[in-house]
């Protein structure tokens, strides 16, 4: 049986319990995934022997438990990065739950304003991977954009990045007042620090 996700409450309270949700399923996948290491075995390792017999060396039973837990748990795990991926857009600008159609949502990029700009790229970061530039402006990063943001801080985009390792997310940026989109995948173990490789600075307004 999967995990059944929370009902929506407080837009923020929702978030974190989908957070708390996801890292929940992380953990029992490890904990599924030690059993198949421990037997050193995989999720395609064959379980019969050379004469077509139960291997007798390994606990089967064990295993195909595992097996189908970590099925059943990467399903669970797609489905609710999905919900935190709609309840961030919640928390941080309600008036963009939805999508746009592919045409118009094209139409609509000169519509947007930056709310940051990237001042320097890694190389073989997932920025540079991406075809992010210095000097680009970001218009859209995934769900957010903009009105996301209430203050001079981009921390709206750090708690999307950290709920998306390894997911595609669309980028809008402008570059030489051209607007344009990106595909980044946030991912750690690229050689540098976080999960994108490069320096951007907010160009929201100063509130004090």
Partial sequence: MGFILPSPTNPREHARALISQK????????????????????????LVDR?????????????????????????????VMNEIETALQAVYDPSTVGSLPAASEEKSWNS??????????????????AGLRRED???????????????????????????NENRELQV?????????????TPRKGWGG????????YSRLPDTH
């Fill in 172 to 184: 809008i940026i402008s570059r030489s007042e051209e607007a344009m989109s990106l595909k980044l």
């Fill in 112 to 129: 947007l304003f930056p709310f940051a700009r990237v001042d320097g790229v890694a190389p073989s970061s997932p920025a540079a991977e």
């Fill in 51 to 79: 004469e077509g017999f139960p291997r007798a060396d390994v606990d089967l039973y064990a295993i195909r438990h595992a097996r189908r837990r970590i099925n059943e748990l990467r399903n669970d795990y797609k489905a």
């Fill in 137 to 163: 402006l970001v218009l859209k990063f995934g769900s957010l954009a903009r009105s996301s943001f209430t203050a001079n801080s981009l921390q709206p985009l750090a708690d999307l990045v950290s709920v």
């Fill in 193 to 200: 620090r976080g999960m994108l490789g490069y320096d951007i």
């Fill in 23 to 46: 890292e929940n399923i992380e953990a029992e996948l490890d904990a599924q995934f030690s059993i198949l290491k421990a037997n050193n075995i995989d999720m395609t390792t064959p």
